[in-house]
């Protein structure tokens, strides 16, 4: 049977990942989680190549959260351990932490996924191929969610962008580090990057959003955070939500 709180990984904190303050950006959060998760999916050989060789499906992430506990500097190494939280029907929990060299933590974080069938892009949900990927569950580190349901109407339009070919993946939906490239750009405005360090940032994922699509990004601003909403085109239909706090 996986231990999986057996096992680490280093990850290393690249200038990339940094804005110019030198601060995490919701998109370098995103992208090394997703490395280091693919590495430890590869490790216990549940990893999306080989899903997608054998049986045609693949992970797919409904909701990301995390917070920073503490700074990261550029070049620091981190350690990173991630261990599944539980399942609820087809939907399994995962939990991420990153620490210092000293033991602290840096990272908090957890995920909400599903897997789904590739030939018609929807949720797996027989019991008998879902139990092959249960694993020994430990605690959950943080208060997470793996759905946000906004009212369009309380959000206001702050902006517009067309999805380019780059922003793609292997799963030929946008890549979720492009998710935090388009909050961030739209909390910055056409200044620089926002004062304060981020300290948590939600996001939930609802639809795909495809190459040559455009996607409006609604926000909406309250003293404890930023909400933006993105919808297909000129619909209500959501595509994405995320919460981003900063202190």
């Given at each position: 049977?996986?231990?999986?709180?057996?096992?680490?990984?280093?990850?290393?904190?690249?200038?990339?990942?940094?804005?110019?303050?030198?601060?995490?950006?919701?998109?370098?959060?995103?992208?090394?989680?997703?490395?280091?998760?693919?590495?430890?999916l590869?490790?216990i050989?549940?990893?999306?190549?080989?899903?997608?060789?054998?049986?045609?499906?693949?992970?797919?992430?409904?909701?990301?959260?995390?917070?920073?506990?503490?700074?990261?500097?550029?070049?620091?190494?981190?350690?990173?351990?991630?261990?599944?939280?539980?399942?609820r029907?087809?939907?399994?929990?995962?939990?991420?932490?990153?620490?210092h060299?000293d033991?602290?933590r840096?990272?908090?974080?957890?995920?909400?996924?599903a897997?789904?069938?590739?030939?018609?892009?929807?949720?797996?949900?027989?019991?008998?191929?879902?139990?092959?990927?249960?694993?020994?569950?430990?605690?959950?580190?943080?208060?997470?969610?793996?759905?946000?349901?906004?009212?369009?109407?309380?959000?206001?339009?702050?902006?517009?962008r067309?999805?380019?070919?780059?922003w793609?993946?292997?799963?030929?939906?946008?890549?979720?580090?492009?998710?935090?490239?388009?909050?961030?750009?739209?909390l910055?405005?056409?200044?620089?990057?926002?004062?304060?360090?981020?300290?948590?940032?939600?996001?939930?994922?609802?639809?795909?959003?495809?190459?040559?699509?455009?996607?409006?990004?609604?926000?909406?601003?309250?003293?404890e955070?930023?909400?933006?909403?993105?919808?297909?085109?000129?619909?209500?239909?959501?595509?994405?939500?995320?919460?981003?706090?900063m202190?």
């Amino acid at each position: 049977m996986i231990d999986e709180k057996t096992m680490e990984y280093r990850a290393l904190v690249d200038t990339s990942m940094l804005n110019d303050r030198r601060d995490l950006q919701p998109s370098g959060l995103l992208r090394i989680m997703e490395t280091k998760l693919e590495e430890h999916l590869l490790a216990i050989e549940m990893d999306n190549p080989r899903l997608i060789r054998e049986d045609l499906s693949s992970w797919m992430y409904l909701s990301l959260t995390a917070e920073t506990e503490s700074a990261v500097e550029p070049g620091e190494i981190l350690t990173m351990q991630t261990w599944f939280s539980g399942r609820r029907g087809p939907i399994f929990r995962r939990e991420i932490e990153f620490r210092h060299a000293d033991g602290s933590r840096a990272v908090a974080a957890c995920c909400f996924s599903a897997l789904i069938d590739l030939k018609n892009r929807r949720i797996i949900r027989d019991l008998g191929y879902l139990n092959r990927f249960n694993l020994p569950a430990y605690e959950p580190i943080l208060a997470a969610e793996s759905r946000m349901t906004p009212n369009p109407a309380d959000y206001r339009e702050a902006g517009r962008r067309k999805v380019l070919p780059s922003w793609l993946d292997g799963l030929r939906h946008v890549n979720n580090a492009r998710y935090g490239d388009m909050v961030y750009d739209l909390l910055c405005g056409e200044g620089a990057s926002p004062e304060g360090r981020l300290k948590r940032l939600e996001f939930y994922f609802v639809g795909e959003l495809h190459c040559g699509e455009e996607v409006r990004l609604l926000r909406q601003d309250t003293p404890e955070c930023c909400s933006v909403l993105g919808v297909h085109g000129e619909t209500d239909t959501p595509a994405f939500s995320s919460r981003i706090f900063m202190e």
